[in-house]
């Protein structure tokens, strides 16, 4: 059976996103003003759509929520092997909004934004290594 072309072309949108937000979140520490906060939220954005991307790809719904815990277990349902790195991305769940209110929060570090970033990466990869050649993206560089 050929591939599903409209299938193969929205997991590609979803994956364009998920990159352009990782690269989001590398401008935010390398460029100033340097901007943590922002760069915790475009972590989460990035393995969110990633999660997404997968379950579009095995054609599986899944409910409008920032949530990566509800939407990482959907993945692992479909694929085990995710269990671990989807229980250490669930920690970056509260970046869709923790800083995007005002409310009396510590400002993050440039450490933990860095550590978030590399473990957005290596979920993305993750992530990508699971789908078919024809629904991968190239990241673009910065």
Not at 94 to 108: C, G, I, Q, S
Not at 129 to 140: G, Q
Request: aromatic share 8%; glycine share 0%; proline share 8%.
């Amino acid at each position: 059976m050929p591939p599903n072309e409209e299938l193969i072309a929205e997991v590609r949108r979803w994956l364009t996103i998920v990159f352009k937000d990782l690269r989001r979140a590398r401008k935010d520490l390398d460029v100033p003003p340097v901007d943590p906060d922002a760069a915790l939220f475009h972590c989460q954005q990035a393995v969110e759509k990633a999660v997404k991307a997968f379950l579009v790809w095995h054609e599986q719904p899944f409910k409008k929520t920032h949530d990566l815990t509800a939407l990482g277990e959907q993945c692992v349902s479909l694929d085990r092997t995710l269990d671990p790195l989807v229980e250490r991305a669930a920690s970056l769940s509260d970046y869709a909004v923790e800083f995007r209110y005002p409310m009396d929060l510590a400002e993050p570090s440039v450490e933990q934004a860095e550590q978030a970033i590399a473990l957005a990466s290596e979920f993305v990869t993750a992530i990508t290594d699971r789908l078919p050649e024809e629904a991968r993206v190239k990241p673009e560089s910065p």
